[in-house]
């Protein structure tokens, strides 16, 4: 499948100012994103999600390794025709209304002026903009600027769109609009880069997932192939001994008591089969005995924890 | 060209849009009020001490400065003119005045404000710009086309202003204000792409001053240099005024053409030549901000 953006090998370092060292925000990073992906980018603060954002957009260009959209080097203009962007803290002319904005980046897009019309009046609808179309933007609530820059980022019915945490300063409602935006760009085709901190979004709409610590890539995959490489199972008992939790650890070695139950990673449901048993060897009755998948959010955390402690030792 | 179209009208309508050429309208107003008033009611008796500091000589400065002597012997010779004509004269010196401090230094400050604030190279709100496939020299072009044209629109508001005011106040409109304002647009332009250039690389504050610093330096090497010719002082210091007089804009010739335009003069030999040097500091400074643009990291 043709790629719509990759990085290869990008190696990003930012020189050492008056006060603070010099910085390696990315280091040897390589990604590639299919067209027609939702692809998900996690990281804690300061990994270099950012930073990764703005060389596939040309912000930066002082930078070792290269970087493609569609195929074309980043640096160059072209390479961002069809592409849409809305940056970490969307910020626009004040003086400009609403409609203003969204008809300046349409024919900054390529658009004549009422094919712009035609989609800024769709987008200001679509994201409850439409009785504030004529307001200027500084008159806006943050939750308002927050949905201005994604009408913004749609303008041009864009191929590629960068979304640098869409949800922040929405409310629910706004939240679940921009999820529908999501899926339905995936329908109709569209390539999704989303950065956000919201796991659960992620979880449920991105085909893709890639976790980046200290501007090194971590792991990449499916939501599916990251959640499902462990399943924790919950054991009820009736009474927890040392001599039952000892028998356990002989099959099952991170076995541990959490609140009043027994909490146990395992690699199949085969792994469970024994346990029934070990706790009628002890005197115990099962209460209930239950398998679940690794969240997405626990995956992050654990990832990114132990890479964090590999670094630190 | 499309990008630069689309950004300059968006400069522009931010300009007009933030009252900026209704103050300009409105301090060009207060000002020209102010120095027309002010000037057109000298007292004889100021005139005839100032004309007769002048001839004594007690400041040598004052024979060599040639505004100073052209100053003294306009007011040696108001000095001996009846009350009706003494009038005239000086109204027609406040004009002088109002069109070399409103228009000329005023001028000069809303270009370099301008060439200041219309710069958001530095401003977060242009990652989304630039995120479009345009090239960064469009958009630093742009930003800078729709400055000058806030420019150009105010020193037009303010030539009119001083033409209605320099009517309603001293009775001596002169239409010829329009001309010589716009013979003085080069400078103008000269200092808001300066201004523009410096806001890109540097921090707005530490722009504005520098090039109000170098805007009054370039106009204060034309007297200087002027003034060490007219005295003869030769030597290593005098040269080297002498080169950068040379090389760098030619503010103080520029301004007195204009000068010269609103008394009815034909425009001076040396004009031509400083608005060539003006053309060439403006492409400079226009391609240094599309490089500093270009290169920076946003």
Redesign the interface.
């Known amino acids: 499948m043709p790629l719509a953006a990759e990085l290869d090998g990008v190696r990003k370092v930012f020189g050492a100012r008056a006060l603070d060292p010099e910085v390696v925000a990315i280091d040897g990073l390589s990604l590639a994103v299919a067209e027609g992906e939702t692809f998900g980018f996690l990281g804690r603060n300061g990994a270099g999600k950012t930073t990764s954002v703005?060389i596939m957009?040309?912000?930066?260009?002082?930078y070792e390794g290269s970087a493609r959209l569609f195929g074309v080097d980043a640096r160059l203009?072209?390479?961002?025709?069809?592409?849409?962007?809305l940056?970490e803290?969307?910020?626009?002319?004040s003086?400009?209304r609403a409609r203003?904005v969204l008809l300046?980046?349409g024919?900054?897009?390529?658009l004549r002026a009422a094919e712009a019309r035609r989609q800024a009046g769709e987008l200001l609808e679509r994201l409850d903009l439409a009785t504030a179309a004529d307001r200027t933007v500084r008159s806006f609530s943050k939750g308002m600027v927050q949905r201005m820059?994604i009408a913004?980022?749609l303008m041009g019915a864009p191929r590629l769109v960068?979304l640098d945490e869409p949800t922040a300063n929405l409310d629910p409602v706004g939240r679940r609009q921009v999820k529908d935006l999501l899926l339905e760009m995936r329908e109709r085709g569209a390539t999704v880069f989303l950065n956000s901190h919201i796991l659960s979004e992620i979880e449920m709409t991105c085909t893709r997932v890639a976790i980046l610590s200290q501007g090194r890539l971590l792991r990449e995959g499916t939501v599916e192939e990251l959640t499902q490489v462990s399943h924790y199972v919950h054991i009820g008992v009736t009474e927890v001994t040392d001599g039952l939790l000892a028998s356990l650890r002989e099959r099952l070695p991170d076995a541990r008591v959490v609140d009043r139950r027994i909490v146990a990673s395992v690699r199949s449901e085969a792994e469970m089969d024994p346990i029934p048993a070990i706790i009628e060897r002890h005197g115990a009755r099962l209460r209930y005995l239950a398998m679940a998948s690794e969240s997405l959010e626990s995956v992050f955390l654990r990832t990114v924890g132990a890479a964090e402690e590999a670094v630190g030792s | 060209m499309?990008?630069m179209a689309?950004i300059a009208a968006?400069t522009f309508?931010?300009c007009r849009?933030?009252a900026v050429l209704w103050v300009v309208l409105g301090l060009a107003a207060v000002g020209v009020t102010a120095v027309m008033v002010t000037v057109a009611n000298v007292p004889r008796s100021l005139m005839a001490a100032a004309a007769g500091l002048v001839e004594s000589g007690e400041i040598p400065e004052l024979s060599i400065d040639p505004d100073a002597a052209r100053r003294g012997e306009k007011a040696d010779a108001a000095v001996g003119l009846d009350d009706e004509t003494y009038a005239l004269v000086m109204q027609d010196t406040a004009r002088d005045a109002t069109f070399r401090y409103v228009i000329g230094t005023g001028g000069m400050l809303l270009a370099i404000l301008m060439g200041v604030f219309v710069n958001e190279t530095r401003?977060?709100?242009i990652?989304?710009?630039?995120?479009?496939?345009?090239?960064r020299s469009h958009v630093a072009l742009g930003q800078l086309a729709g400055g000058l044209g806030v420019v150009i629109l105010g020193l037009a508001m303010m030539s009119l202003c001083h033409y209605a005011m320099t009517a309603a106040v001293g009775r001596v409109s002169c239409p010829r204000c329009f001309l010589a304002a716009a013979a003085i647009l080069p400078n103008l332009l000269v200092a808001a792409a300066m201004a523009y250039a410096l806001a890109t690389a540097t921090h707005v504050l530490v722009a504005t001053g520098v090039a109000v610093l170098l805007s009054t330096s370039f106009t204060t090497l034309g007297s200087v240099t002027e003034y060490l010719s007219r005295a003869g002082v030769d030597g290593v210091i005098a040269r080297a005024v002498g080169a950068a007089h040379a090389v760098l804009p030619r503010f103080l010739e520029v301004r007195r053409a204009g000068e010269d335009l609103l008394f009815g003069e034909s425009l001076p030999g040396g004009y031509g030549v400083a608005i060539a040097v003006d053309v060439v500091y403006l492409v400079l400074f226009v391609a240094i901000s599309c490089r500093v643009f270009g290169?920076r990291?946003?």
């Open positions: 703005k957009l040309g912000m930066t260009s002082h203009p072209r390479s961002r025709a069809g592409v849409g962007y940056s803290t969307p910020d626009f002319p003086h400009l203003e300046l980046h024919r900054l897009a390529g820059g913004v980022a960068f | 499309r990008t689309l968006d309508t931010a849009r933030g401003s977060a709100r990652q989304t710009v630039i995120a479009r496939p345009i090239r290169r990291e946003v």
